[in-house]
């Protein structure tokens, strides 16, 4: 089946750093989702991207689309406590409304 | 953005037993899907509930254990028959919004099974 592969599968940082993951596949994508998840919770859609090249920004979020249209990254500048969590992209493949493929997701903890 | 809860939240269930998730969405939505995620996890689809027919169901997941219900826009069910301990998961339900070309989850209900 389709796969994304997500990098890394966890971090380990400094409040204040800067954050990036990003998702590749061998599939062309027509939609890249990024979502977090807290534990316990369902996932929380952070950013959706539509076009490939697009660069959009959520507060301290930033994700782009790939121009390749197979990945996509997402950063995460002056990183604070309340961001640990789990990051999964999801890609929707062109034909597929609604059939996402995710990610195996990065775990992000913030030491303060 | 849709909002979306589910019933129950949680559950521990005994083998051999069923147990249904509710799914309600606060306005009328198309797409309705299902997805499972175990322990550590990521997510993956089961099914796509749809209005008035039976349910699309993914590879590797069948409608005796997963039957799923959507008698309206705006509800679903999802029940996980005859459990087992590898049927503990987070069972996810989500819409897709069709003005945003997005796709919202509910908070999930988190089962275990002993």
């Known amino acids: 089946g389709q796969q994304l592969n997500q990098s890394p599968q966890s971090m380990f940082i400094q409040e204040g750093e800067d954050v990036s993951m990003n998702c590749t596949s061998s599939?062309?994508?027509?939609?890249w989702l990024w979502y977090k998840q807290d534990p316990g919770e369902g996932p929380v859609l952070l950013i959706a991207?539509?076009?490939?090249?697009e660069l959009t920004s959520n507060g301290r979020l930033t994700a782009q689309f790939g121009i390749t249209r197979k990945d996509s990254f997402l950063n995460i500048s002056a990183s604070i406590p309340s961001d640990v969590g789990i990051y999964f992209c999801?890609?929707?493949?062109?034909?597929?409304?609604?059939?996402?493929?995710f990610g195996k997701g990065t775990k992000l903890s913030v030491k303060p | 953005s849709a909002v979306i809860s589910q019933k129950p939240s949680r559950d521990i269930c005994q083998r051999g037993t069923s147990l249904t998730i509710q799914c309600q969405v606060d306005?009328?939505?198309?797409?309705m899907f299902w997805y499972r995620q175990q322990p550590g996890q990521s997510l993956t689809l089961i099914a796509t509930?749809?209005?008035?027919?039976?349910?699309?169901?993914e590879s590797g997941f069948v409608i005796d254990k997963f039957p799923i219900s959507r008698p309206n826009l705006t509800f679903s069910t999802l029940t996980v028959s005859n459990m087992s301990p590898e049927d503990s998961s987070i069972y996810l339900c989500?819409?897709?919004?069709?003005?945003?070309?997005?796709?919202?989850f509910g908070p999930g209900t988190r089962l275990t099974v002993l």
């Open positions: 999801a890609g929707q493949l062109t034909g597929s409304q609604g059939n996402l493929i």
């Open positions: 989500s819409v897709w919004d069709i003005s945003t070309d997005t796709q919202y």
């Open positions: 599939s062309i994508f027509n939609t």
């Open positions: 306005s009328q939505v198309t797409m």
């Open positions: 509930a749809n209005q008035g027919s039976e349910a699309t169901y």
């Open positions: 991207l539509y076009k490939a090249g």
